[in-house]
């Protein structure tokens, strides 16, 4: 009796085994059981583990959720689910149906396992200090409403989000009232709307992640504290869509990213106090627009390359720095060979000033006229912000 | 009428300023093209001179060439030919000749290097407009018996089109910003050829998703299958009431 408490026995499920479904297998588990399922398609509605078990799949099970139920539920703490393949999960617009779900529980660790086709994919509620690590989640469904979030975490504290590959659900990753964690190495591309979606999160850090042709990029709003390293946001192209939006985050910092191929790279609303420094901005429509109502943001030492409009705002008001980067639209010269340019350079262009005024203008996109006004308001600048500007350029890219 | 167009079509061929712009064209697109890393940053780029410089040697060539042959036309009236058939034939040759020397030395490296569709595209408008800046000319050579006067008024028109006209359409989008604009653009666009190419070209390019709620206005419009053939309908008829305009004067000028 006391061996059993301390090790914990294995039991096996599969054909011809002692038990022929996870569900009888975890009626006869005790806590720090581990639990082995041979490959095999199982049908068995709902799994409810409320023991603190290892659940592991030997070469990928199938666990069929047939369009009706949540596949896994976890109501217990210290649960592990490893190696299974989670198809065909429910679909309900009254329920947050997924294929695995946390229930307030804390230290639960999904690892490794394949999701496709199912509603939610990974669902953690109130879950604190759990690790979803190497999963693959792929969806289907057709429109916002009949898909849910890949990896979707409500009111979490320490969540390790590390490894997973997210693509065709809603919103890749959501976060909402998640503190203190790490989204580390995870891809997410091609979902609904957003690749990562990040509300009143803390603190929280996401670093080599690469989101990739979202429907909208990827949306961080509400948040102090966030860091941002060494993510790709690329190919996020369209008429709503950002390589990362940012609303009403604070203290916050962005540095080592590259921002590829967006309609915007950066869209700053409402943003107070963050560093963006060593980023690339490269092939956008704009490198960065950047709303009056931000306050204090220091963007150094970023590499501008290609864009279209590297920096667009609506106001004549900045109280931004935009000090040591580098441009490929600068002109001007360095007599003194310091790598530093000698006259400032303004990254907002007329057009882009008159375009935020009157969206109409538009029409006159790549016309002979707004080049030749942006060449002159370069010479003589009268209506462009007079303190947007980069007082000390960088003559060569720099080496990122 | 064939005979003269022949006339017209060799004489024109044989000139070595034809011959420049066709050069001179094929080298800016393969050079365009070479120099950019991405196909479709060469067509923006190429984009701006199709818009500039085609109408502009269009038009100023075509302007010229109606004035030198000044004699050669009285000689034709002079024969039993229809004045109808002898403008007629003057401007296909000059307009067959210089849309050939558009479509080797920019269609084809466009045909080569783009996505089909666009380079379709932006190969047929550069077409359009090379014919559409033809007509535009013999209505100001036949204006004026005075060649450097005509010449002027050419050069007047293609900065009208080319510079003036954005300038007036932004003058207005300011002035009237309060006033919902989305219709008078559609409108606007149509009465520039060189702005409706313009839209064209880019609504098919990726590059349509900058121009956000504006593009969007455009796309519903002109994007559509039956707005893509008004359109081409409103290049055409470009041509045809500017070359009758050209006609009709031509055809009461004592020469």
């Keep these: 009796m006391i061996c059993c408490t301390s090790f914990g026995r294995t039991l096996f499920v599969g054909k011809g085994r002692q038990y022929t479904s996870i569900n009888s297998a975890i009626a006869a588990a005790v806590n720090g059981d581990s639990i082995r399922v041979d490959n095999g398609i199982y049908r068995e509605k709902n799994i409810l583990i409320n023991k603190t078990i290892t659940l592991v799949g030997n070469n990928y099970p199938v666990l069929d959720g047939e369009h009706k139920y949540e596949i896994i539920s976890i109501k217990a703490d210290g649960v592990t689910v490893k190696g299974f393949r989670l198809i065909h999960s429910g679909v309900s617009s009254m329920e947050d149906i997924a294929g695995i779900k946390i229930y307030n529980r804390h230290d639960v660790n999904i690892s490794g396992n394949i999701l496709e086709d199912t509603f939610f994919g990974i669902y953690s509620q109130a879950g604190v200090n759990c690790l979803i690590e190497n999963n693959k989640l792929t969806a289907i469904g057709t429109t916002e409403q009949q898909s849910g979030n890949g990896i979707h975490c409500w009111k979490c504290d320490s969540m390790r989000i590390i490894g997973n590959t997210v693509t065709g659900h809603r919103d890749g990753i959501y976060f909402e009232f998640v503190t203190n964690s790490v989204i580390w190495r995870n891809i997410s591309f091609r979902n609904k709307r957003y690749g990562l979606h990040f509300m009143f999160s803390h603190n929280d850090a996401y670093i080599c992640n690469i989101f990739q042709n979202n429907g909208a990029g990827v949306s961080v709003m509400f948040t102090h504290g966030v860091k941002m390293f060494n993510n790709v946001f690329e190919e996020n192209w369209g008429d709503a869509a950002y390589g990362i939006f940012l609303k009403e985050i604070s203290d916050s910092y962005i540095a080592g990213n590259k921002f590829l191929r967006n309609t915007s790279g950066i869209y700053m609303e409402g943003t107070s106090r963050i560093l963006v420094e060593k980023n690339e901005f490269s092939s956008n429509g704009w490198g960065m627009k950047i709303q009056a109502s931000c306050l204090d943001n220091t963007i150094t030492h970023n590499n501008f390359l290609s864009n279209t409009f590297d920096v667009g705002t609506n106001g004549s008001l900045v109280m931004n720095s935009f000090d040591h980067n580098y441009w490929d639209k600068y002109e001007g010269y360095d007599l003194n060979k310091d790598n530093t340019g000698d006259i400032p350079y303004r990254p907002v262009s007329l057009y882009s000033m008159i375009v935020e005024k009157n969206p109409a203008s538009m029409m006159l996109f790549r016309s002979f006229m ?31 | 009428m064939k005979k003269i167009i022949k006339y017209v079509f060799a004489d024109i061929l044989r000139n070595k300023i034809v011959l420049g712009y066709t050069i001179f064209l094929l ?73 050939l020397s558009f479509l080797v030395g920019a269609g084809l490296p466009v045909m080569i290097y783009t996505p089909m569709d666009i380079g379709l595209v932006m190969t047929g408008m550069g077409l359009l407009l090379t014919v559409i800046f033809v007509a535009i000319a013999m209505f100001a050579a036949v204006i004026t018996r005075d060649k450097a006067k005509g010449i002027g008024i050419s050069i007047f028109l293609w900065l009208y089109f080319s510079l003036l006209f954005d300038g007036l359409v932004l003058f207005i989008l300011f002035q009237f910003e309060d006033y919902p604009l989305e219709k008078f653009m559609v409108v606007a666009s149509a009465l520039n050829p060189i702005d409706l190419g313009r839209i064209l070209i880019l609504l098919k390019m990726d590059i349509s998703a900058l121009m956000g709620y504006t593009g969007a206005v455009f796309r519903d419009f002109f994007g559509t299958q039956s707005g893509f053939i008004i359109a081409i309908g409103i290049l055409l008829s470009w041509i045809i009431t500017t070359f009758w305009l050209s006609l009709r004067k031509f055809n009461r000028k004592d020469l």
């Design chain 1, 370 to 400: 707004t080049s030749l006004l942006d060449k002159s308001e370069k010479i003589l600048p009268t209506l462009t912000p007079e303190n947007l500007k980069d007082n000390y350029p960088i003559m060569k890219p720099l080496h990122l």
């Design chain 2, 27 to 99: 080298l800016i697109s393969m050079s365009v093209f070479n120099l950019e890393d991405n196909s479709s940053k060469g067509l923006l780029s190429l984009l701006n001179i199709i818009l500039i410089i085609v109408p502009l040697v269009s038009i100023i060539f075509s302007t010229i060439y109606i004035y030198n042959s000044a004699e050669f036309i009285e000689l034709l009236v002079s024969q039993p030919l229809k004045r109808k058939h002898i403008w007629g034939s003057l401007f296909t040759g000059l307009a067959g000749s210089l849309s």
